[in-house]
C-alpha cells in the first residue's frame, strides 16, 4: 500500500463565508474531488467503516472568525492537508490537475498546487524498515495538532490511555494492510502493561463536528517511556507510531480531528 500526505494549496474565487467547524464539509469535498476522477472509488471511500484517508482543518493563517463563521474575500489563499492510506487514492491525487475546482460548503476555491508535505510519500515495507531502524528509541513524545477524542464503549474518552492510542492505530493499518496484520487485543495489553506516561501538558477541548453537535476531545504533548517495552513489540509500536503521521489517532480523523506529530527519544 502507498501511503502519501498532501498539502493543497488553494485560492476562493468569490467572497464566501465558512463555519469555524467545516470538517465534514471537508470530507464531503474529498469524496466530491475524487468522483471528478473515480466515481467508484468515491463511493467505496464513502462507504467505508474505516476511512481511507485522514485531514486536517483549513489552514486560514491569521483570518478570525466572526459570528462563528470565517469570511473569506476573493482571492484568499489556504492551505489544506490530506493525507491517503489507499494506493488509488494516493495515486488520483498525484494526477489532480492544477486549477480544477471544489467546493467545500457554499465556498468553492480552486487549486493552484498538490504537493507532497516533507516527501512523505511510503509504502507500508518502507515503514516497516524505518521501524526496524528505530526499534532502540526507548521513548516517544506525540503532539496532539487538533483535538483528538476515542470511543469508550458509547462515550467519547478524551486523554491518550496508550491501549486507546493503539488500538485506533491497529485497526487502519489491519484496514490498508493484509499482509502483516495484528491482533488488537493483545497489543492493548500489551500498551497497558508496558508503555508509561511520564510527562504531559494538555487540556481537554469541546468541538464541534457540525452546529448542533459536537464532542469532547483533548490537544496537548504527551511524552511515554518503552524502555521495559520487549524488543520484539517495540519495533511494532514504533511501526504504528510511523502510520499516525498519515491515519491520525482517534475518531473522526476525516473531518480534520487527531491529527498528529510524533517525536523519538533515547
Same mark, same amino acid.
Given at each position: 500500500?502507498?501511503?502519501?500526505?498532501?498539502?493543497?494549496?488553494?485560492?476562493?474565487?468569490?467572497?464566501?463565508?465558512?463555519?469555524?467547524?467545516?470538517?465534514?464539509?471537508?470530507?464531503?469535498? $474529498?469524496?466530491?474531488?475524487?468522483?471528478?476522477?473515480?466515481?467508484?472509488?468515491? +463511493?467505496?471511500?464513502?462507504?467505508?467503516?474505516?476511512?481511507?484517508?485522514? !485531514?486536517? /482543518?483549513?489552514?486560514?493563517?491569521?483570518?478570525?472568525?466572526?459570528?462563528?463563521?470565517?469570511?473569506?474575500?476573493?482571492?484568499? #489563499?489556504?492551505?489544506?492537508?490530506?493525507? %491517503?492510506?489507499?494506493?488509488?487514492?494516493?495515486?488520483? !491525487?498525484?494526477?489532480?490537475?492544477?486549477?480544477?475546482? @471544489? #467546493?467545500?460548503?457554499?465556498?468553492?476555491?480552486?487549486?493552484?498546487?498538490?504537493?507532497?508535505?516533507?516527501?512523505?510519500? =511510503?509504502?507500508?515495507?518502507? /515503514?516497516?524498515?524505518?521501524?526496524?531502524? /528505530?526499534? !532502540? @528509541?526507548?521513548?516517544?513524545?506525540?503532539?496532539?495538532?487538533?483535538?483528538?477524542?476515542?470511543?469508550?464503549?458509547?462515550?467519547?474518552?478524551?486523554?491518550? #490511555?496508550?491501549?486507546?492510542?493503539?488500538?485506533?492505530? $491497529?485497526? #487502519?493499518?489491519?484496514?490498508?494492510?493484509?499482509?502483516? %496484520?495484528?491482533?488488537?487485543?493483545?497489543?492493548?495489553?500489551?500498551?497497558?502493561?508496558?508503555?508509561?506516561?511520564?510527562?504531559?501538558?494538555?487540556? %481537554?477541548?469541546?468541538?464541534?463536528?457540525?452546529?448542533?453537535?459536537? =464532542?469532547?476531545?483533548?490537544?496537548? =504533548?504527551?511524552?511515554?517511556?518503552?524502555? =521495559?517495552?520487549?524488543?520484539?513489540?517495540?519495533?511494532?509500536?514504533?511501526?504504528?507510531?510511523?502510520? %499516525?503521521?498519515?491515519?491520525?489517532?482517534?475518531? !473522526?480523523?476525516? +473531518?480534520?480531528?487527531?491529527?498528529?506529530?510524533?517525536?523519538?527519544?533515547?
Amino acid at each position: 500500500m502507498i501511503l502519501g500526505a498532501f498539502e493543497i494549496k488553494m485560492r476562493t474565487i468569490a467572497h464566501a463565508s465558512l463555519p469555524i467547524s467545516h470538517g465534514r464539509l471537508l470530507h464531503a469535498a $474529498v469524496l466530491d474531488l475524487v468522483r471528478k476522477y473515480d466515481e467508484e472509488l468515491s +463511493q467505496e471511500l464513502h462507504n467505508a467503516n474505516i476511512k481511507s484517508f485522514s !485531514l486536517g /482543518l483549513l489552514d486560514l493563517g491569521h483570518l478570525k472568525p466572526s459570528y462563528g463563521k470565517f469570511n473569506l474575500m476573493t482571492d484568499t #489563499r489556504v492551505n489544506w492537508e490530506l493525507c %491517503s492510506l489507499d494506493t488509488r487514492l494516493t495515486k488520483l !491525487l498525484m494526477s489532480v490537475a492544477d486549477n480544477i475546482v @471544489v #467546493r467545500i460548503g457554499s465556498a468553492v476555491f480552486e487549486i493552484e498546487h498538490i504537493l507532497l508535505k516533507n516527501n512523505l510519500l =511510503v509504502d507500508t515495507y518502507q /515503514l516497516v524498515a524505518k521501524a526496524e531502524a /528505530l526499534k !532502540l @528509541v526507548d521513548s516517544f513524545t506525540i503532539n496532539f495538532v487538533t483535538p483528538t477524542t476515542f470511543r469508550f464503549y458509547n462515550v467519547d474518552y478524551p486523554f491518550p #490511555r496508550p491501549d486507546l492510542i493503539f488500538a485506533s492505530l $491497529v485497526e #487502519r493499518w489491519n484496514r490498508i494492510d493484509d499482509t502483516l %496484520s495484528f491482533d488488537i487485543e493483545k497489543l492493548k495489553a500489551i500498551a497497558n502493561q508496558y508503555i508509561v506516561p511520564i510527562r504531559w501538558d494538555g487540556a %481537554s477541548k469541546r468541538v464541534n463536528t457540525t452546529p448542533k453537535i459536537g =464532542v469532547t476531545g483533548f490537544t496537548g =504533548v504527551f511524552t511515554f517511556d518503552m524502555k =521495559v517495552l520487549p524488543e520484539e513489540y517495540r519495533k511494532i509500536f514504533i511501526l504504528l507510531l510511523l502510520f %499516525s503521521a498519515f491515519s491520525g489517532i482517534g475518531r !473522526l480523523t476525516a +473531518q480534520g480531528l487527531g491529527k498528529v506529530l510524533v517525536e523519538y527519544g533515547n
